[in-house]
Every structure is written in structure tokens, then in C-alpha cells.
Nanobody, 118 residues
Framework: VQLVESGGGLVQAGGSLRLSCAAS????????GRWYRQAPGLQRDLVAV???????NYADSVKGRFTISTDNAKNTVYLQMMSLKPEDTAVYYC?????????????WGQGTKVTVYS
């Protein structure tokens, strides 16, 4: 199983991007999906999380601007980012708790770079 991220890039402040994180391989479901970000020289911080029931939680810095969602049929977790700011510049990583049979495994994506310029 791999988590394959896409959607990062260069965007002007105020713009939008949508990140995708697709689970490849044979899985039953994604129980919890998370997006983290890591700016140069800083720690990796949790940005958003979504449960299988659809409940969500966000870091204060992105509330009202970012939306996390899932497409269970595609085993994909999304992060819609709007009103982007230069301080959102970071490498974004997805992390998912994946159910396979009777077990749950945690996987990480490879990271996708987001650069916001003013």
C-alpha cells in the first residue's frame, strides 16, 4: 500500500490549491486521514484530520480556509486550500490509518510542495 500525493505547486497569495492523497493497493477503507505540513527548519505540524464518520478538525491557522474531505470509493483524501498565504508555504504530507482485514496500518505519503508567493 502506498499513499500517492499530488496537487502541490506554486500559487499567488489569495489563490487556491487542492491536494490529493490516493491509497494504492488493496485496502478496505481509510479510517482516519490527516494532512501535515513542514516548513523549512520547522517541525511537522498537523493541519487537518478527518475520521471515517466524517468529523473534522483543523489547526487554528487554517480554519475557515482549508477543507479536508474523503472519497471512499476512490480511497482518496483531499485538502482544499483557499485564500492561501505565504506562511502556508511548506511540504504537505498525508497520513492515513488504513484498514486491511482485521488490522489497521498507518502510512505516509511522499510529500508535495506548496509555495505561496506574495
Amino acid at each position: 500500500v502506498q499513499l500517492v500525493e499530488s496537487g502541490g505547486g506554486l500559487v499567488q497569495a489569495g489563490g487556491s490549491l487542492r491536494l490529493s492523497c490516493a491509497a494504492s493497493g488493496s485496502i478496505d477503507s481509510i479510517n482516519v486521514g490527516r494532512w501535515y505540513r513542514q516548513a523549512p527548519g520547522l517541525q511537522r505540524d498537523l493541519v487537518a484530520v478527518i475520521s471515517s464518520a466524517g468529523s473534522t478538525n483543523y489547526a487554528d491557522s487554517v480554519k475557515g480556509r482549508f477543507t479536508i474531505s474523503t472519497d471512499n470509493a476512490k480511497n482518496t483524501v483531499y485538502l482544499q486550500m483557499m485564500s492561501l498565504k505565504p506562511e502556508d508555504t511548506a511540504v504537505y504530507y498525508c497520513n492515513a490509518d488504513v484498514k486491511i482485514g482485521d488490522f489497521t496500518y498507518s502510512y505516509w505519503g511522499q510529500g508535495t510542495k506548496v509555495t505561496v508567493y506574495s
